[in-house]
């Protein structure tokens, strides 16, 4: 494992949740973290750390990768969190939508590598997101696993096209980030119990858990083109 200590790591996605949970890991590493998406307002008063500064960027738009590709210049690390979920049956399933979870999660990382890889040092990484639908299907997430399947394709071509710089992805499980909030506490409670009923590690997972496989990941000098999954086992079942 090589220490990130003194390497600048750039973590996009929001200020709380895994991105929050993963930022703060690779701080803990010793790393210098810039986080960056579209608000970075709400950025910026997420963190408390002079290590940690607030950037503006939308993985829709190449421009504003470009830009915040040119205004960092050489970054050591990239960890790409964000995601726009497309849920729904196949019949409910807007093409707005769809194209805007493959804009986000797919296109994005896709850019961030096209516009940050020549300025990363060749014992840099990339780190994006996947996730445990890409390899078990369930009704209402055909999109989400598409999505995150084109991950799992573009990591495996992206760790050769770049290589030496390396390439991975982490694909979660069910993961209690605050995401289900919306549910009420009821039904996400009954979606817990019934996730962690089937699952063999019998819970849900935290975002601290994923972002120590991040972390193991940027570390991981022998690790490229993976898909890691840390989902309790969740797929099995």
């Known amino acids: ?135 078990k299907p369930a009704a209402g997430m055909l999109a989400v696993g598409a999505t995150n399947a084109a991950v799992d394709a573009l990591t495996r071509g992206l760790a050769v096209e770049l290589a030496p710089i390396r390439v991975n992805a982490v694909s979660p499980g069910t993961i209690d980030t605050g995401a289900y909030d919306a549910l009420g506490d009821e039904k996400k409670a009954a979606l817990f119990a019934a996730r962690a009923a089937t699952s063999p590690a019998r819970r849900v997972g935290r975002p601290e858990e994923i972002a120590e496989a991040v972390v193991f990941a940027l570390g991981s000098t022998f690790l490229t083109g993976v898909s890691l999954g840390v989902d309790g086992g969740e797929p099995l079942v």
């Open 1 to 135: 494992m090589t220490s990130l200590k003194d390497r600048t790591v750039l973590v996009i996605g929001r200020g709380s949740g895994i991105a929050r949970a993963v930022t703060l890991a690779v701080r803990a590493a010793g790393a210098t973290v810039v986080v960056a998406g579209r608000d970075e307002e709400a950025l910026a008063k997420a963190y408390d750390d002079p290590d940690v500064t607030a950037a503006t960027v939308d993985l829709t738009d190449e421009a504003s990768v470009a830009a915040l590709a040119e205004r960092l210049g050489r970054v050591d690390h990239v960890v790409s969190t964000a995601s726009a979920r497309a849920r729904g049956t196949v019949g409910d399933l807007a093409h707005d939508v769809v194209l805007r979870s493959f804009d986000v999660k797919v296109l994005g990382p896709l850019l961030l590598a096209k516009h940050f890889a020549p300025r990363m040092p060749e014992d840099g990484s990339f780190v994006f997101f996947s996730g445990s639908s890409a390899r």
